[in-house]
C-alpha cells in the first residue's frame, strides 16, 4: 500500500517542480484604433520588437489583436498602418499574473502617401490629448507603483515633476509653479470630480491619500499650464485621469496587504459571448497598525476605506456605455485624556472628530457616428459630507465648545463632447458642460476676543455654471501643429462669466528636437462657502457682501524647447509667465488676505475682485525612459510668487520656495528563478515656504496662535530635503506574480520644519516638523 503512495507524491513533486521550471509567459492583446476619431483599424501590424523568431500580427475587423506565449519581462511593441504613422511602445511590462489589455492610438500621416517610411516615435513623451502642446506630461500606473514614497498615488508621483512641491509632506497637497493647490483641478473620463482623496479638507485638492486605486487607473496626462481648451475653472493644474477597462476574456484577481490596510481588486468578462467586462477594487485600513509598531501618527484614531469601479457594457449598435466611480469613507478622531497631569501640550486636552466622506458615480456613452466623428455624453453625480468638530476640556474635565463645521455639497453633472476628424490636417473638438450644485454650509465657533458664538457660515442653497469649449488643432505641414480654441465659463447665479481663448503651436525642428509656445487666458469661480459667507454688520444685520464676486483669473505664457539626445534619454526645458488678475482679496486696505495663499477652507471676510499676482520661473527636465532596466528622472526649477491685497504690498506666497530639484531613478536587477529586485529613491531639495511671525502677546491673551498680519508671508522657513528609499521583490510564478516591497519615506529622519504654533499649555511658541522616517510594508499578489 506503501508503494502507490509514494509513487503519487514523486508524481506530484515532479509536476510541481516541473511547472516551476517552465518559463512563465503571458498574453499581450488590445486594440488599434485612430488617434483623433476613436475609429478601429482593422489590418494593422502589430510585433514585438527583438523577438527571434519574430513575434507579431495584424488587428481582426474590430482592430483586435491577439499576442500569445509572451515571455514575462519587458518588450517593446511597434504598429504600423498603412498611411499612418509607426509608433514604438516601449516598456511593456509582462507579468504572468495578468494579461496585458491595451489600447494603441496612431496617428495619420498628412503625406497621405500609399507607402511610408516614418522613423518610430517614442510615445512616452507625448500627452494622451493630442491637443495639449505645452507644460503636459503623461503619467503612467507604472510611474506610480515604481516611485519611491508615491504609494500608487498620482500626486504623491506627481513631486517628481519639474515646478511641483508638496505643501506638506504628511497628505498628498501640491503647489504648481508657485500657485495655491486650490488651483487644481480633477477630471476622471473627461469630466470635473470632486477632491478624489481622503482626509480632505473642505474646498481642498489633496489629502491623506488617495481614494483612487491604481488597479483602475490608465495612463493619464497632468497639466501644469496654459491648459488645452477643454479645462477650464482651474488655474494652477490639471489632473486628466482615464480608467482602464476590466479584462474582458478572463477572470483576474489582485490582493494587496500591508501597514497600509488590505486592498482587493476582482476584474472579468460577465460572460463568453460578450465583449462587456467588470473592474471593482476595495481598500479597508486603519493607521492604528503603524501606531502598533511604535511609529508616531499622531494621537487619533484614523481609519480609511474606499470602494472603485469601471463597468463596461457594449452594445452592437447603440455605442459602448460605462458605469464607473468611487467612494471613501475617511474618520478621525481623538479623546482627551481626563487626566491632566498628562497633558504635556494643549492639543491633549481636546476631544476631536472627524469626517471627509466623498462618493461618485458616472455613466458615459460614448457612440461613433461614422468614421470621422464620435460622441462622449456623460452623466455624473458627486457628493462630498464633511464635518468636524473640537471641545477643550477645562479644569473640571467638562468640554467646552470650540467649533463646529459641517458641510455637505451635492453635483449633478452632464457633458457632452462631439469630436470631428475633418482630415489628415484639421480637427475639431467641442463640448458643453451643465453642473447643479445644491450644498448645505454650516460654521460655528467661539470668538476669543468676545467669547460669543460666531456664525459666519449657514447656508442651504444651490449654484449653476455652464461651461463651454471648441478647439481646432491644424497640422499645415508635418512639422507645424497649431492648436487654437476658446473656454466659456459662466456662474448663473450672479451672471458671471469668462471668455477664455487658448493657443499653441509646435514645430519639430528635427526627428530629435522640437519646440513649442502656449497662451492661454484662464479663470477659476471661488469657493461656493466664500459666496455665502455672512458678515454681522455694527447694527446686527447679516449681509452677504460676496454673493457677486467674479472669477480669479490668469495670463498664461509658455515657451518650450525639447530634444532628445537618444531614443531613450531626452532634455526639455520650459519657461513660463503667469500674470494674475481680478483676485478675490479681503475688502480692507490694511489686510494681506488673498485667495491666491488659501490652501483649503472657506474665507469668511467681505472679498472683492481687486488682486493681482504674478508667477514665472525656468525649469529644466532630464529624463531616461526605461531602457536596460534603469530609468531616471531629474527635474529642476527656480521660480518666483507673488501677491498683492488691498493693502499694496508685493508679498512672497507661501508657496514661493524660489528653487525645487528632485532626482528620481530606479533599477531592476534579473535573479534567478523569474525574480526581479527592485531599487528606486527619490530626493527632494527644495526652498523653504513663507510663514507670518507669531503675535506672542496676544497669543498668550487668547489662549490660541495668533499672528502678526501686517507681516504676513515675510519669514522663511529653512530648505526641505528628503530622501526616499523602495526595495521591491517581484516573483513571476507560472499563473502568478508575487511583490514584496518596502517603501521607506524619509529615509534618513530628516526634520523638516513645517512652522511654530502657541501652546496655551506651556505658555510658550513650539515647533512642529513633518513626516518623520515612516516604513510601508505590503505584499501584492496577481492572479
Known amino acids: 500500500m506503501k508503494n502507490p503512495v509514494h509513487f503519487a507524491f514523486i508524481l506530484v513533486l515532479l509536476v510541481n517542480l516541473n511547472l516551476q521550471a517552465q518559463s512563465p509567459t503571458q498574453t499581450v492583446r488590445g486594440t488599434v484604433v485612430d488617434k483623433i476619431s476613436q475609429s478601429s483599424l482593422p489590418g494593422a501590424s502589430v510585433v514585438i520588437m527583438n523577438s527571434n523568431p519574430l513575434v507579431g500580427t495584424t488587428t481582426d475587423p474590430d482592430g483586435n489583436f491577439k499576442l500569445e506565449r509572451i515571455p514575462v519581462g519587458t518588450h517593446t511593441l511597434r504598429v504600423s498602418f498603412i498611411g499612418y504613422k509607426d509608433i514604438t511602445i516601449p516598456n511593456v511590462t509582462v507579468n504572468s499574473g495578468k494579461?496585458?489589455?491595451?489600447?494603441?492610438?496612431?496617428?495619420?500621416?498628412?503625406?497621405?502617401?500609399?507607402?511610408?517610411?516614418?522613423?518610430?516615435?517614442?510615445?512616452?513623451?507625448?500627452?494622451?490629448?493630442?491637443?495639449?502642446?505645452?507644460?503636459?506630461?503623461?503619467?503612467?500606473?507604472?510611474?506610480?507603483?515604481?516611485?519611491?514614497?508615491?504609494?500608487?498615488?498620482?500626486?504623491?508621483?506627481?513631486?517628481?515633476?519639474?515646478?511641483?512641491?508638496?505643501?506638506?509632506?504628511?497628505?498628498?497637497?501640491?503647489?504648481i509653479r508657485g500657485n495655491s493647490p486650490t488651483g487644481l483641478l480633477w477630471r476622471m473620463e473627461g469630466v470635473?470630480?470632486?477632491?478624489?482623496?481622503?482626509?480632505?479638507?473642505?474646498?481642498?485638492?489633496?489629502?491623506?491619500?488617495?481614494?483612487?486605486?491604481?488597479?483602475?487607473?490608465?495612463?493619464?496626462?497632468?497639466?501644469?499650464?496654459?491648459?488645452?481648451?477643454?479645462?477650464?475653472?482651474?488655474?494652477?493644474?490639471?489632473?486628466?485621469?482615464?480608467?482602464?477597462?476590466?479584462n474582458n476574456e478572463k477572470r483576474e484577481y489582485t490582493v494587496q496587504a500591508g501597514f497600509l490596510g488590505l486592498d482587493v481588486a476582482a476584474e472579468g468578462p460577465f460572460s463568453k459571448n460578450y465583449r462587456g467586462s467588470y473592474l471593482i477594487n476595495y481598500r479597508y485600513s486603519t493607521?492604528?497598525?503603524?501606531?502598533?509598531?511604535?511609529?508616531?501618527?499622531?494621537?487619533?484614531?484614523?481609519?480609511?476605506?474606499?470602494?472603485?469601479?469601471?463597468?463596461?457594457?457594449?452594445?452592437?449598435?447603440?455605442?459602448?456605455?460605462?458605469?464607473?466611480?468611487?467612494?471613501?469613507?475617511?474618520?478621525?478622531?481623538?479623546?482627551?485624556?481626563?487626566?491632566?497631569?498628562?497633558?504635556?501640550?494643549?492639543?491633549?486636552?481636546?476631544?476631536?472628530?472627524?469626517?471627509?466622506?466623498?462618493?461618485?458615480?458616472?455613466?458615459?456613452?460614448?457612440?461613433?457616428?461614422?468614421?470621422?466623428?464620435?460622441?462622449?455624453?456623460?452623466?455624473?453625480?458627486?457628493?462630498?459630507?464633511?464635518?468636524?468638530?473640537?471641545?477643550?476640556?477645562?479644569?473640571?474635565?467638562?468640554?467646552?465648545?470650540?467649533?463646529?463645521?459641517?458641510?455637505t455639497t451635492k453635483r449633478i453633472t452632464l457633458a457632452s463632447v462631439i469630436n470631428n476628424k475633418l482630415n489628415a490636417k484639421n480637427n475639431l473638438r467641442s463640448g458643453v458642460y451643465l453642473k447643479q450644485y445644491a450644498y448645505n454650509l454650516t460654521d460655528r465657533y467661539l470668538d476669543k476676543e468676545t467669547n460669543q458664538i460666531e456664525e459666519p457660515l449657514n447656508s442651504t442653497s444651490h449654484a449653476r455654471t455652464l461651461q463651454a469649449f471648441s478647439q481646432w488643432s491644424y497640422r499645415p505641414i508635418e512639422k507645424l501643429t497649431l492648436n487654437s480654441g476658446v473656454h466659456l465659463l459662466f456662474l448663473n447665479d450672479n451672471k458671471t462669466f469668462s471668455v477664455e481663448p487658448r493657443i499653441s503651436a509646435q514645430y519639430n525642428v528635427s526627428e530629435k528636437q522640437s519646440i513649442s509656445m502656449g497662451y492661454g487666458l484662464h479663470s477659476q469661480m471661488q469657493s461656493i462657502g466664500v459666496y455665502q459667507a455672512q458678515i454681522q454688520q455694527e447694527n446686527g444685520i447679516l449681509t452677504q457682501p460676496n454673493l457677486n464676486l467674479g472669477f480669479n483669473k490668469a495670463h498664461h505664457f509658455v515657451l518650450a524647447f525639447d530634444r532628445s539626445l537618444t531614443k531613450y534619454l531626452r532634455v526639455k526645458a520650459e519657461t513660463y509667465y503667469q500674470q494674475l488678475f481680478n483676485v478675490a482679496v479681503e475688502n480692507d486696505i490694511t489686510s494681506p488676505v488673498s485667495s491666491l495663499v488659501v490652501e483649503d477652507g472657506y474665507a469668511t471676510v467681505a472679498m472683492v475682485n481687486e488682486g493681482v499676482g504674478k508667477n514665472y520661473g525656468v525649469e529644466l527636465t532630464i529624463e531616461q525612459f526605461l531602457h536596460n532596466n534603469l530609468y531616471f528622472l531629474f527635474s529642476g526649477s527656480l521660480y518666483n510668487?507673488?501677491?498683492?491685497?488691498?493693502?499694496?504690498?508685493?508679498?512672497?506666497?507661501?508657496?514661493?520656495?524660489?528653487?525645487?530639484?528632485?532626482?528620481?531613478?530606479?533599477?531592476?536587477?534579473?535573479?534567478?528563478?523569474?525574480?526581479?529586485?527592485?531599487?528606486?529613491?527619490?530626493?527632494?531639495?527644495?526652498?523653504?515656504?513663507?510663514?507670518?511671525?507669531?503675535?506672542?502677546?496676544?497669543?498668550?491673551?487668547?489662549?490660541?496662535?495668533?499672528?502678526?498680519?501686517?507681516?504676513?508671508?515675510?519669514?522663511?522657513?529653512?530648505?526641505?530635503?528628503?530622501?526616499?528609499?523602495?526595495?521591491?521583490?517581484?516573483?513571476?510564478?507560472?499563473?502568478?506574480?508575487?511583490?514584496?516591497?518596502?517603501?521607506?519615506?524619509?529615509?534618513?529622519?530628516?526634520?523638516?520644519?513645517?512652522?511654530?504654533?502657541?501652546?496655551?499649555?506651556?505658555?510658550?511658541?513650539?515647533?512642529?516638523?513633518?513626516?518623520?522616517?515612516?516604513?510601508?510594508?505590503?505584499?501584492?499578489?496577481?492572479?
Open 99 to 175: 494579461e496585458v489589455v491595451l489600447t494603441l492610438s496612431i496617428e495619420e500621416d498628412i503625406t497621405q502617401l500609399n507607402e511610408i517610411v516614418v522613423r518610430p516615435d517614442l510615445e512616452k513623451n507625448k500627452p494622451i490629448n493630442e491637443m495639449a502642446t505645452v507644460s503636459t506630461r503623461t503619467f503612467s500606473v507604472e510611474e506610480t507603483r515604481k516611485f519611491a514614497a508615491a504609494v500608487n498615488d498620482p500626486a504623491r508621483a506627481a513631486v517628481s515633476f519639474a515646478g511641483v512641491v508638496s505643501t506638506d509632506d504628511g497628505n498628498n497637497s501640491i503647489s
Open 287 to 407: 493607521l492604528s497598525v503603524l501606531s502598533n509598531l511604535g511609529l508616531n501618527v499622531g494621537d487619533a484614531v484614523t481609519n480609511f476605506q474606499d470602494l472603485s469601479y469601471n463597468i463596461y457594457l457594449p452594445t452592437k449598435k447603440l455605442g459602448n456605455f460605462s458605469l464607473f466611480g468611487f467612494g471613501g469613507l475617511s474618520d478621525q478622531n481623538q479623546n482627551a485624556k481626563k487626566d491632566s497631569t498628562l497633558w504635556e501640550e494643549d492639543y491633549q486636552r481636546y476631544d476631536y472628530t472627524y469626517f471627509s466622506n466623498t462618493g461618485v458615480t458616472g455613466l458615459k456613452h460614448t457612440i461613433t457616428l461614422n468614421l470621422n466623428t464620435f460622441l462622449q455624453t456623460t452623466v455624473l453625480f458627486s457628493g462630498h459630507n464633511y464635518g468636524d468638530q473640537e471641545d477643550r476640556l477645562d479644569n473640571n474635565y467638562n468640554p467646552q465648545f470650540n467649533y463646529k463645521s459641517a458641510y
Open 641 to 783: 510668487s507673488q501677491y498683492k491685497a488691498l493693502d499694496d504690498v508685493w508679498r512672497n506666497t507661501k508657496f514661493n520656495g524660489n528653487h525645487a530639484l528632485s532626482f528620481t531613478a530606479g533599477k531592476d536587477y534579473p535573479l534567478k528563478k523569474n525574480r526581479t529586485f527592485g531599487l528606486n529613491l527619490r530626493t527632494i531639495y527644495t526652498g523653504g515656504f513663507w510663514t507670518t511671525p507669531i503675535d506672542y502677546e496676544k497669543s498668550v491673551e487668547f489662549g490660541e496662535t495668533r499672528y502678526v498680519e501686517s507681516l504676513a508671508f515675510t519669514e522663511q522657513l529653512p530648505d526641505y530635503f528628503r530622501m526616499d528609499l523602495k526595495l521591491s521583490l517581484k516573483r513571476n510564478r507560472p499563473h502568478a506574480t508575487t511583490t514584496l516591497a518596502l517603501d521607506i519615506q524619509n529615509v534618513t529622519n530628516q526634520k523638516n520644519l513645517g512652522g511654530q504654533y502657541y501652546d496655551a499649555q506651556s505658555g510658550k511658541t513650539e515647533k512642529w516638523y513633518m513626516l518623520p522616517l515612516l516604513p510601508i510594508l505590503s505584499y501584492r499578489i496577481e492572479f
Open 192 to 246: 470635473d470630480i470632486p477632491n478624489p482623496n481622503h482626509f480632505a479638507d473642505v474646498a481642498s485638492s489633496g489629502g491623506g491619500i488617495s481614494i483612487l486605486s491604481t488597479q483602475l487607473l490608465s495612463n493619464s496626462d497632468f497639466s501644469t499650464g496654459a491648459f488645452a481648451a477643454e479645462y477650464g475653472n482651474a488655474l494652477a493644474g490639471v489632473f486628466d485621469l482615464n480608467l482602464r477597462k476590466g
